[in-house]
């Protein structure tokens, strides 16, 4: 709101992941803060990304005792550089670990894993793309595998900024994220660039809302993670064929302007999915230029509902005997 503080560049977490083996606690818990996590168990590695916020935004129970390592591998490859990744080995986690699941651990900085033994504790704080902050494997009957580490979450902008004019004037749509201009080309109808978290745009598209473009440009927007930066121009006329849907599809990103548009006017919208408008104008005639900056921070771009298991029952771990597993008897 009007007069709020801004929100500090850089916030620090303690950052704790405690793991034992079966013969020990048989424990998997992260702390942030020294606060615990509340977290679901279940048998093998359990992943989470933590960010700015001290909340899990990504979450998965990956049964590698049994037949959850190719989703370990999915889920990791999902996970952003530089995120803040930690995971914790319950019950049972070495058995069918597979080397493309290894792999993908070593993705978040293990050096360790390799050092995981049957039924044993693993515990690992680390960066996605990059180092582990802290690291430790157990055997079963070894203790808690501790480990704390303090890592700085750093937040990102990007400015972005619309050009564009009515018919008369033109008509001109013109997209620039961090000052350069979009290598993009502009047609009839609402031109809508998608951005990543980054301000890198990962998709261009024309929809000739003059006439029948009104149900794609809905099925885009639909299709848009909440979230998700946008930046709408119009170009030459929108408005003719523009239905309801269309315009109801353009305010799920933030506008409350899109029923101003009139015949070859102008219009532009920079907004977030699910979200407001950070900046947005419409002119029967005219030049529009609109600019903002979206300020997003690293470690919170993925959907914060992510949530995986891959555990196909749910037993206490403890009930999982020696005698029943498949493998590493």
Avoid at 197 to 219: I, K, M, Q, W, Y
Wanted: charged share 20%; aromatic share 6%; with cysteine.
């Amino acid at each position: 709101g009007a007069g709020a503080e801004p929100p500090p560049a850089v916030i620090e977490r303690n950052i704790t992941v405690r793991s034992s083996g079966y013969d020990s606690e048989n424990i998997a818990e992260f702390y942030v803060d020294g606060d615990q996590v509340p977290i679901s168990r279940g048998r093998g590695i359990i992943a989470a990304v933590i960010n700015r916020d001290g909340l899990l935004s990504a979450f998965g129970i990956f049964d590698t005792h049994g037949a959850g390592s190719d989703d370990l591998v999915a889920f990791v490859a999902g996970i952003p550089d530089g995120a803040l990744v930690v995971m914790a080995a319950l019950d049972e986690a070495k058995s069918n670990m597979s080397s493309a699941a290894k792999h993908a651990i070593a993705a978040c900085g293990a050096t360790k894993i390799e050092e995981l033994e049957y039924r044993g504790a693993y515990s690992l704080i680390g960066i996605k793309g990059g180092s582990a902050l802290a690291e430790m494997a157990l055997p079963s009957s070894g203790g808690v595998a501790e480990v704390t580490a303090r890592h700085e979450f750093e937040l990102e902008g990007f400015d972005m900024e619309i050009n564009c004019s009515s018919y008369e004037f033109g008509p001109v749509a013109a997209f620039f994220v961090k000052g350069e201009e979009l290598g993009v080309t502009p047609g009839r109808g609402m031109n809508l660039a998608v951005l990543d978290p980054l301000g890198a745009v990962e998709s261009f598209r024309t929809f000739d809302t003059h006439e029948d473009g009104s149900d794609a440009l809905v099925a885009a927007i639909e299709g848009l993670p909440i979230g998700t930066t946008v930046m709408l121009s119009t170009f030459d006329d929108a408005r003719d064929g523009l239905t309801l849907a269309a315009m109801q599809a353009i305010a799920t990103c933030g506008a409350t302007d899109i029923a101003s548009l009139v015949y070859r006017g102008v219009y532009a919208l920079i907004g977030v999915k699910g979200g407001r408008a950070l900046a947005e104008r419409a002119e029967s005639s005219g030049v529009v230029t609109i600019s903002a900056r979206r300020t997003v921070h690293r470690s919170m771009f993925m959907d914060p509902t992510t949530t995986v298991t891959t555990t196909t029952t749910t037993p206490h771990p403890r009930t999982c005997l020696r005698t029943m597993c498949p493998a590493g008897q």
